[in-house]
């Protein structure tokens, strides 16, 4: 039981602190796999339900471009439609001489109240129709009737012309036209689905247009989808222009993306453009806008590149941000479903500060019992030299030492009680090692052991409270070598 207690306390003093440093690699270990795993497993849910989004929101386009085209077709194909248009183009006809003016042709008002039931009912704001030579020779606006080519509008009119019905990406408008709050200007955001009309023989003669507010119904699809609080979908033209609003437009005003007037949209008038740092958190590039480079997500949609990304990248506010885009070369614009880093792994981030502080925690803690140990074996030595010098080992008196060995001190003593004169070997304070202990047990217990007349008899062996390890036996006085 001695031999137990005291290995015992000296593996205690030794070696305590090792278990918490294990404790600590193996949390590292685990906390990496962990948080990995974790990590990959949120990586995979966020790709999956961005993706998914994606599809989503591009069905639903598609369904609503579908519909529009749909309807800018029955329009197209009405025959009340088609025979006012063959009176207009025989009115516009280079050939023709009249004294009417085109725009002033009875033809006119009654093709606007043939359209004017339809652009009710699915809110048009306006009509244009187009001759094979690109002039317009009807609209809503009188005084687009008569212009020719406009460059605006030659983006699209020929893929019209040529047989396909087709919805626009939203453009500034080329006339003065209310806006969404009302207030007559130029440049108001616009888009045409266009339809082409035919003649007896099935050959295209004109193109049908009906204009569309893109900041209604179409901006609409594009904000019901979004992931979290941070999160919004959008569309964008090849430039990288937003062609329909953010849900962040006040806070884009703050942050010197939009004039800070009360009605400004982002619809046309942010690009996505890559700030290089965090405008939300104060950073302010030292480069003009327009010389900025498209956002990561922006400039892969344009050259054509769906994808996910969900390691990050910055979005147009500078923010670290995760998401998901595809391009739609039919319609010619990008879809993009976005949403804060920050947002996104929340819950990684909590893991992993607590994870951190259960880390830090327990590292202090090793580095505390280890200092707590040093120190502790200090004091013991110190305690053990200062037992020495006293002259007193338990119950028995020092008088002078005899010798030093490898790992020994003899010393001249007596029993405090029995007064005999006794050797007391005792093992050096300065090497107290499991080993040092053993070989010191196996010296006493061997030399107990021998009956002989010339060995001496082991008289007692144990530890002082200091921790001394030691053992009398008989003292045989003589002289030394």
Not at 13 to 26: N, T
Request: glycine share 8%; hydrophobic share 40%; aromatic share 10%.
């Amino acid at each position: 039981m001695s031999r137990s207690l005291t290995r015992t306390g000296v593996f205690l003093k030794r070696q305590l602190w090792v278990f918490p440093i294990f404790a600590v690699v193996v949390l590292a270990v685990l906390g990496f796999f962990l948080h990995r795993s974790i990590e990959t497993t949120m990586k995979s849910n966020l790709r999956g339900q961005m993706q998914t989004l994606l599809e989503v929101q591009s069905a639903m386009l598609d369904n609503w471009f579908k519909h529009q085209a749909t309807i800018c077709e029955l329009e197209a194909n009405s025959l009340a439609t088609r025979e006012h248009v063959y009176s207009l183009l025989e009115l516009a006809a280079p050939d023709r001489q009249s004294t009417v003016a085109l725009s002033d042709a009875p033809p006119q008002k009654l093709l606007q109240k043939e359209l004017a039931p339809a652009m009710s009912a699915h809110d048009f704001a306006g009509y244009f129709v187009v001759d094979r030579n690109h002039q317009i020779i009807s609209s809503s606006h009188s005084e687009l009737i008569g212009r020719k080519e406009l460059p605006e509008y030659e983006s699209f009119l020929p893929r019209a012309i040529a047989g396909e019905t087709l919805i626009t990406t939203p453009f500034p408008s080329v006339i003065l036209q209310k806006d969404e709050f009302g207030e007559v200007r130029p440049g108001v955001p616009t888009m045409f689905v266009c339809a082409p009309i035919r003649d007896a023989s099935f050959q295209v003669v004109a193109v049908l247009g009906l204009r569309i507010r893109p900041e209604k119904e179409f901006t609409r699809i594009m904000q019901m989808g979004r992931i979290g609080a941070s999160g919004e979908t959008y569309a964008f033209d090849k430039t990288g222009t937003l062609i329909s609003n953010s849900r962040f437009d006040e806070d884009l005003k703050l942050l010197g993306l939009l004039p800070d007037r009360k009605r400004s949209r982002s619809l046309l008038n942010l690009q996505l453009r890559d700030p290089g740092g965090d405008l939300t958190a104060g950073f302010r590039p030292l480069t003009h806008r327009e010389d900025l480079p498209l956002t990561k997500l922006a400039a892969a949609a344009v050259s054509g590149k769906s994808g996910v990304d969900v390691n990050g990248y910055r979005d147009y506010r500078g923010v670290p941000s995760l998401g998901a885009w595809t391009w739609i070369p039919k319609f010619q614009m990008g879809l993009a479903v976005e949403i804060d880093i920050a947002e996104a792994y929340r819950p990684l981030i909590v893991l992993r500060w607590t994870f951190w502080g259960l880390f830090a925690l327990l590292g202090l803690s090793s580095v505390g019992l280890f200092v707590f140990t040093v120190i502790v074996a200090r004091l013991r030595r110190q305690a053990q030299r200062a037992e020495i010098q006293s002259k007193k080992l338990g119950q028995y008196r020092l008088e002078k030492k005899l010798g030093v060995g490898a790992m020994g001190i003899v010393y001249k003593g007596h029993h405090s009680v029995l007064r005999r004169p006794t050797a007391i070997k005792m093992l050096n304070v300065d090497k107290v090692n499991e080993v040092s202990i053993e070989r010191f047990e196996r010296e006493v217990q061997i030399t107990s052991q021998l009956n002989h007349p010339n060995t001496v008899a082991i008289y007692d062996y144990g530890r002082t409270d200091e921790g001394v390890f030691y053992y009398a036996m008989e003292y045989l006085d003589g002289i030394d070598l």
